[in-house]
């Protein structure tokens, strides 16, 4: 399977696997691009925390890092690691479900494999809006 998910110092699982997989193939080739391999990380903000330290030198939690390993243009080859504690805390703060904000962060690490930037206001505008229409696609 071209998209996998693991677990990391969590027990978390997905509870509808082969639906998201369908969802987020569906979403990279709605926009041109091929799949290669996705492996999703399920794990603690302690873990992730110490993949931003290492890897990016940030030192505080983050819902989700995504590392591009694509060699080529227009195939998406990545690993995702996600916080299911920061998940779990933004769906609270954000009034929303969990399997809601979830399958937000999950798509927002491939809207950014895509091409997607969130670094200024407008960029941040354009990703909120591209989240949601890639959500309103997700067959509950």
């Known amino acids: 399977m071209a998209i996998q998910f693991y677990s990391e110092e969590t027990d978390f699982s997905l509870t509808k696997?082969?639906?998201t997989s369908?969802?987020?193939t569906e979403v990279i080739r709605a926009h041109d691009h091929k799949l290669s391999e996705i492996s999703y990380v399920f794990c603690s903000d302690d873990y992730l925390l110490e993949i931003n330290k290492e890897h990016l030198k940030h030192d505080y939690y983050?819902?989700?890092i995504t590392f591009d390993n694509s060699e080529e243009e227009g195939i998406i080859e990545s690993d995702i690691f996600i916080s299911i504690d920061r998940v779990r805390?933004?769906?609270q703060?954000?009034?929303t479900s969990f399997e809601h904000e979830l399958n937000r962060v999950m798509i927002h690490g491939v809207l950014h494999l895509l091409g997607f930037g969130d670094k200024t206001e407008e960029q941040q505008k354009v990703m909120r809006e591209k989240e949601d229409a890639?959500?309103?696609l997700?067959?509950?």
Request: charged share 25%; proline share 5%.
């Open 17 to 19: 696997p082969t639906e």
């Open 22 to 24: 369908d969802w987020i």
């Open 89 to 91: 805390e933004n769906a």
């Open 93 to 95: 703060t954000q009034s």
């Open 134 to 136: 890639c959500l309103s």
């Open 62 to 64: 983050t819902d989700i």
């Open 138 to 140: 997700l067959k509950n």
